[in-house]
């Protein structure tokens, strides 16, 4: 596996680093477990101010990181300062509310117990490139303050933003081993998951890679968490105000140039009238982006991630195409260095067609018409995904009634699905399981131990005291 940087809007390779080697890999284990060992003891407010010093350094240097985002993946340096922020928000959430989330819970109708969260050990996680940051904070946060130790296999094109969220760490005072950044291979990450000293394991990657991990670690009877794929529906209802669902359907299709797992890929309008005349206002947001280089704030179409993902999108459109779908807007690789790809509207899109059950990750829509909400709400359950979906009306109460039927683990009304550090965030179907993020996040990796206390002298279970 080759851990380089490559300037995805010029295609130059930047850097390349090594690979970690099986006896350091075995070195940085030991040394996470010792740190497990010290990090379980410490109280919550010694976790807590560690982590508030990461999120202070995260934004003492909000400029710098937010460049190797755009260096490394192509995102916009606007939307790299916003996971920025966001990725420290996240810290600093559960630094505060961690001892809230630590408290032991009474059980009332069992006078003498209560059920405690403790740590496990160390949390490996694989992570993805489209929100380098974000992904890891996350992680990190909820994990390390509950008290467990956090090992991290970060994407292979994303390296020095790796490196520099661990640097984080260490900048902050850290014991060594509380947070490792690894670059390892496919073999040495199927060694970590079998390692009876990793106690859970967390990816949030493609459907493929995620059905790989969780097999490894179901076998080793391992907890684990899947964050996967996802093809969320955005549904425009009648009495939706059009301007600003355009404007929100716009910014949920193309944020992060269209890469993100819960972006709204598959736009829904209910009747052909407002169908029509909403895929002509798409069309002319879309097709006014302009294509450029992510660091200049003029930019609001960058790149995608890499040549591969690139070439996987044209593919991708052009079966679309054969397969009876028209193209009505884009299609196209934009004729620049590195890796564009215009704006792309897709419509016609039968049952049949390829990319109908499939996630276009990149700046390419998928627009539907229907003739009726029964009909929408159809067409958004038909994928194989449940990750997010949005439905847009001006009726709050229809839209949280269409939204109860709607097949994901996340619902908005009147807004793209998105994310912030109290909203839990997972999916199902084949968008994978478990929760990130809120109480629910810090609540997946921890021994949610029973203490019972019975009084001094009571009898077994079961012995008749009458007798």
């Not at 097999?215 to 939706?240: F, H, T, W, Y």
């Not at 819960?262 to 097709?287: D, P, S, T, Y």
């Not at 018409?369 to 229809?398: C, H, K, M, Q």
């Amino acid at each position: 596996m080759a851990y380089q940087t490559i300037n995805p809007s010029t295609g130059e390779v930047i850097k390349r680093f090594t690979e970690i080697s099986d006896a350091d890999l075995d070195a940085t284990v030991a040394e996470a477990q010792a740190a497990f060992e010290t990090w379980r003891q410490q109280p919550v407010k010694h976790r807590a101010k560690v982590l508030n010093a990461v999120a202070a350094k995260l934004r003492e240097n909000a400029e710098e990181y937010a460049r190797y985002l755009t260096l490394e993946m192509g995102k916009l340096i606007a939307e790299a300062r916003g996971e920025v922020a966001l990725s420290a928000a996240i810290i600093d959430y559960y630094a505060a509310r961690a001892e809230a989330y630590l408290k032991p819970q009474p059980l009332p109708e069992a006078p003498g117990s209560i059920v405690e969260a403790r740590p496990l050990g160390i949390i490996f996680g694989v992570e993805p490139w489209n929100f380098p940051y974000y992904q890891l904070a996350r992680v990190a946060g909820p994990q390390l303050m509950v008290g467990n130790v956090v090992m991290i296999k970060h994407a292979s094109n994303v390296p020095q933003s790796a490196l520099a969220f661990a640097q984080l760490f260490e900048d902050a005072g850290a014991p060594k081993g509380l947070y490792t950044n690894l670059f390892a291979n496919f073999e040495q990450v199927a060694r970590l998951i079998d390692d009876p000293r990793i106690r859970g394991v967390t990816l949030t990657g493609s459907e493929r890679a995620g059905a790989i991990v969780a097999e490894r670690a179901g076998r080793n009877l391992k907890k684990s968490v899947m964050e996967l794929g996802g093809s969320d529906p955005l549904i425009v209802l009648e009495d939706a105000p059009f301007e600003p669902t355009l404007d929100n359907a716009l910014w949920g299709r193309m944020n992060n140039t269209g890469q993100s797992c819960v972006a709204a890929k598959r736009i829904i309008v209910v009747g052909k009238n407002r169908g029509a005349a909403f895929l002509e206002g798409l069309k002319a947001r879309m097709g006014a982006l302009k294509t450029g280089d992510p660091f200049d704030p003029d930019t609001t179409l960058g790149p995608v991630c890499s040549e591969q993902a690139m070439h996987r999108l044209l593919e991708q459109i052009e079966a679309a195409s054969n397969g009876g779908a028209e193209v009505v807007l884009g299609g196209g690789r934009v004729k620049r260095p590195g890796f564009y790809v215009e704006a792309t509207i897709l419509t016609s899109i039968s049952r049949d067609n390829p990319i109908f059950r499939q996630e276009l990750f990149g700046p390419v829509m998928s627009f539907y018409v229907v003739d009726s909400e029964e009909e929408a709400i159809a067409l958004a359950n038909a994928t194989p995904y449940g990750l997010g979906g949005s439905v847009f009306t001006a009726d709050l109460t229809r839209g949280r009634r269409l939204a109860a039927r709607i097949e994901s683990g996340m619902v908005f009304v009147n807004h793209p699905t998105w994310t912030a550090p109290e909203l839990p965030f997972g999916g199902v179907k084949r968008s994978g399981y478990g929760r990130e993020l809120s109480e629910l996040g810090f609540g997946e990796f921890v021994n949610r131990r029973l203490i019972n206390v019975s009084p001094v002298g009571a009898p077994p279970p079961g012995v008749n005291q009458g007798g």
